[in-house]
């Protein structure tokens, strides 16, 4: 039995998992990672060194407990966060923490990018924002000119992993495409993104395709982890493009809507289709020859995570239940979920979490419900974006832990209006897609054939006509506090 191994770095967690030829879960493993730091405003840093001591956990962990499965591992897939900056010295050491996807330090030097027209955008795919990785550099040049001038190489956060796996230095098209440094329609480094940002192309990994075979394993890796040498590693993927390819949404126009710690509507489209204009990332997928068309919203189940640490909670499991006993309809509050700023379709890193319309006969199940339904609405921001960009948004897959919530999954059907597919083992997401990865990267063969869904939830009639006027609130509660949060921005806070 041949079996291949998918590693997914997330910003909160490490997963891996093992599947055999039939795509069988055989085995997998979630390891924490470091909570994020920030040391300035805006600011969102881990530690690269991090990333791999819980890959090494994950790893031993399958190891320990899987030892035949481990040594029948032909490919490995990587995905993992996007847009992280990782510079690297000459020993292969990081410079400084890695900033992350969803660091908005950066904001002047996204703007003065974004200044310069549309041309670059649309062949780089998106607007330039703050969280890329390119005005990251520019940031860099501005307050850290040491730190750049110490870096021989800049890797994603998935290629970090790879480096310690093969020891070699590559990132693929899909984790590229989020670096604002990539020509989406070719598929190679844009000489004219390098040049503005006044960039050494040097400190650049090849790029390659997705499931390319990107080298194997290192000896003392093999022996750790009681795999065979001959053991090879894919180019992977971002988690967003992984996780697409993990349920099959690689044809024109299919869809899903992804809600991890972070948020996406997905689009799969067989050209390039840039919309920067509407904040529509237009990317590289994980098979040649195919695109996608999306939007991110920055907080996802994170707002949750944070409500729940606020409400006193022990779990999230025991929150939802007391939403899902009182539910009855839209809450009476409304909740801008922007704890970490937004990205589309406002592209603010200035915005921030708000609760609006407490009274005395407020409760934490009222409060969480409007969590839920706040996060929701950014989803159907998103939806709109897309439709505006004449990208339309049919039935989608639903994946990510917050699928697991058939609640949140009803609120997400009627506020957006998609009909939503839940699947098996869906909360595995991109490790699955990372699996896959590593198949096609050891000769495995293309499979992009969708997981067996469990359920379908279509938007509810009567909830949806309830969440029109609070989704308009909900809209017009943001440009109401617009100023404020810029304010905030100008008093230096």
């Given amino acids: 039995m041949t079996c291949y191994l998918g590693i997914d770095l997330g910003t909160s967690a490490v997963k891996a998992i093992v599947v055999d030829e039939r795509e069988a879960v055989l085995a997998s493993v979630s390891i924490a990672v470091p909570v994020p730091t920030h040391p300035l405003p805006l600011a969102s840093e881990q530690s690269p060194e991090s990333w791999w001591q819980a890959v090494e956990a994950a790893l031993d962990q399958l190891a320990a407990g899987n030892a035949d499965l481990m040594g029948r591992v032909r490919g490995i897939g990587l995905s993992g966060q996007m847009h992280g900056l990782c510079l690297l010295d000459a020993e292969d050491r990081p410079v ?95 000489d004219a993104a390098i040049r503005r940002i006044g960039l050494d192309a040097a ?13 194997t394993i290192r000896p003392a890796i093999a022996h750790r982890f009681r795999l065979s040498p001959t053991t090879v590693v894919a180019g992977g993927a971002g988690d967003t493009l992984a996780g697409g390819l993990g349920i099959g949404v690689v044809n024109d126009s299919s869809s899903f809507v992804a809600l991890g710690t972070s948020g996406q509507v997905f689009v799969a489209t067989e050209r390039y289709r840039p919309a920067p204009e509407q904040a529509v990332h237009s ?26 640490r606020l409400g006193g909670a022990a779990d999230i499991a025991t929150l939802l239940e007391e939403v899902e006993a009182g539910f009855t309809g839209p809450s009476d509050l409304l909740f801008l979920p922007y704890l970490t700023g937004e990205r589309s379709p406002h592209n603010d890193p200035w915005a921030r979490g708000v609760l609006f319309g407490l009274t005395p006969d407020s409760n934490r199940a009222s409060m969480i419900q409007a969590v839920l339904e706040g996060v929701a609405f950014s989803l159907a921001d998103g939806v709109a974006a897309l439709n505006s960009a004449g990208i339309q948004v049919g039935e989608a897959g639903f994946i990510g832990g917050g699928a697991r919530s058939r609640l949140w999954a009803k609120i997400i059907a009627s506020a957006t209006g998609l009909t939503l597919n839940r699947f098996a083992d869906g909360a595995h997401g991109a490790a699955f897609g990372a699996a896959r990865l590593g198949r096609m990267a050891a000769g495995g063969g293309l ?35 617009k100023p404020e949060f810029r304010r905030e921005k100008d008093a230096g806070f």
């Fill in 447 to 481: 499979v992009a054939t969708q997981p067996e869904i469990i359920e379908t939830i279509a938007p509810d009639a009567a909830l949806r006509d309830a969440y029109q006027p609070r989704l308009a609130a909900y809209r017009s509660l943001y440009r109401t506090l």
């Fill in 203 to 215: 400190l650049l990994p090849p790029v390659v395709e997705s499931p390319t075979d990107t080298g």
């Fill in 96 to 190: 400084r923490p890695a900033m992350l996807w969803n660091d908005g330090r950066a904001e002047a030097e996204a703007e003065d990018l974004q200044a310069e027209g549309q041309a670059l955008a649309r062949q780089l795919g998106v607007p330039a924002m703050a969280g890329l990785t390119a005005p990251k550099l520019l940031w860099l040049q501005k307050h850290e000119p040491e730190s750049l001038a110490r870096a021989k190489r800049l890797l994603l956060p998935k290629d970090f992993v790879r480096l310690h796996l093969t020891g070699h230095y590559v990132t693929d098209v899909t984790d590229a495409a989020g670096t604002w440094l990539l020509d989406e329609e070719t598929r190679g480094w844009s």
């Fill in 283 to 308: 990317f590289c997928h994980a098979l040649p020859g195919r695109w996608c068309a999306m939007t991110a919203v920055l907080n996802g189940a994170s707002a949750l995570s944070t409500m729940s």
